[in-house]
């Protein structure tokens, strides 16, 4: 069991500013690992170019060439953070036993690696990297991470509170994962879905090192709205209560231009008319929008286009 096959896999979007700490740090740890026989001689780190425009590629490129345990893929173009990293793991899997997926930026500790290899000779298939606190975040990005896991667990998605993509996995459960064939990937939301036997390891989030953030405010947004639609209707639902409750509403107008009929009052008219069509338009608008999203996500999965392309991949 301890001389299993480790690959690190390390999505890598225009991150040649801290490329060259990760990898100092990465190939440390490993080779560290591989001296105590923690994880097999054959282990190595797998970079995953995600079509970068800056010179992250050559910098692989260099480490793989000096390292045997360097390894790079490179991606045909940009397809965003999940299917890269899901591109890491199909390829590790060839022949690795066993991966760790971790952001280039070094946020997530990487000390916490060796702890969750050792949990995984334990039995575990899964093992979560959890953040601790986050007072190393900005405050923006703090809240709006807070919101995002509140709204997800209100609109029903299930997933580990405070754990993003650092998280260790084994062969088997790599296998599944890759059963699971959707095109709008939402990662977290999908390991617990596993099944497989899980612990979690607990982690100080660090400060990105260097570079910044590839995750603006918009592409937050948008992989929440991902992550909510590829695992709870819920939001379908919330358009049936919605029109319950305006139903009851008219009801509660009937009554009132009922009364205010018998007793004589004309019903004084234009103002009310005016806000109800332009409220009532609004709402029905929303909830076309809703619908359109699960329509949308029907458009892209029914297409099974493949989520990425392999253009290089340097052993
Ligand atoms: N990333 C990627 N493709 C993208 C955007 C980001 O592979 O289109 C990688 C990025 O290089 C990093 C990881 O995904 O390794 C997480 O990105 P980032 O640290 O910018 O996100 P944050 O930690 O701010 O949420
Ligand atoms: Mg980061």
Not at 47 to 65: H, P
Not at 271 to 292: P, Q, R, T
Request: proline letters at 2%; hydrophobic letters at 40%.
């Amino acid at each position: 069991m301890d001389n299993s096959i480790l690959a690190i896999v390390v999505p890598c979007y225009n991150e040649e500013e801290v490329l060259p700490q990760t990898n100092q740090q990465l190939t440390a740890l490993l080779n560290g690992m591989m001296r105590d026989g923690l994880v097999g001689e054959g282990s190595y780190i797998l970079y995953v170019n995600d079509g970068s425009r800056d010179r992250t590629w050559q910098l692989i490129e260099q480490y793989s060439g000096n390292d045997q345990h360097v390894r790079g893929l490179k991606l045909a173009g940009n397809v965003g953070h999940q299917n890269a990293l899901m591109a890491g793991l199909d390829t590790a899997r060839q022949d690795a036993d066993v991966t760790v997926s971790i952001d280039a930026d070094l946020q997530d500790d990487i000390n916490a690696i060796p702890e969750m290899v050792k949990k995984y000779n334990d039995g575990c298939d899964i093992v979560y990297g959890v953040r601790r606190k986050r007072t190393t975040d900005t405050f923006f990005k703090r809240t709006t991470a807070q919101m995002f896991y509140k709204f997800m667990t209100s609109m029903g998605v299930k997933s580990v509170y405070n754990h993003a993509d650092f998280r260790l996995m084994s062969r088997r459960a790599v296998d599944a994962l890759c059963q699971y064939e959707e095109r709008n990937l939402f990662l977290r939301g999908l390991v617990p879905l596993l099944g497989y036997k899980t612990d979690s390891v607990y982690y100080d989030r660090l400060e990105r090192q260097a570079g910044e953030s590839k995750y603006p405010l918009s592409k937050m947004l948008s992989f929440a709205i991902d992550g909510v639609t590829s695992f709870s209707v819920k939001p379908l639902r919330l358009i049936f209560d919605l029109g319950l409750i305006f139903l009851l509403i008219s009801l509660g107008i009937l009554v009132y231009v009922i009364v205010a009929l018998c007793e004589g009052r004309g019903v004084q008219g234009w103002a009310s008319l005016m806000l109800s069509i332009w409220f009532v338009g609004g709402c029905v608008l929303i909830c076309l929008s809703i619908i359109a999203a699960y329509i949308g996500r029907i458009y892209t999965e029914g297409k099974h286009r493949p989520r990425y392309n392999i253009e290089k991949y340097l052993k």
